[in-house]
């Protein structure tokens, strides 16, 4: 798999993530608690991991 994936993210998503990504960190390298998520940031973390799934071929839903 060479090709490249995009996915445009607003602002908001991007910021998200990263914030996500920055948590998981702390949490794997620290120990510290990952924090709860409101329901804007899992909706919008939701609607990117479901984007990225149907581009990696996935049917875009999760068991």
């Known amino acids: 798999m060479n090709e490249p994936i995009?996915?445009?993210l607003d602002l908001a998503t991007a910021k998200d993530l990263r914030n996500?990504?920055?948590d998981l960190g702390e949490h794997l390298a620290a120990g510290s608690p990952v924090p709860d998520m409101d329901a804007d940031t899992?909706?919008?973390l939701g609607v990117?991991?479901?984007d990225l799934?149907?581009?990696l071929g996935g049917s875009g839903r999760f068991a």
């Open 6 to 8: 995009e996915l445009r």
């Open 20 to 22: 996500a990504l920055y």
């Open 42 to 44: 899992s909706r919008r």
């Open 53 to 55: 799934d149907i581009r």
């Open 48 to 50: 990117l991991l479901r």
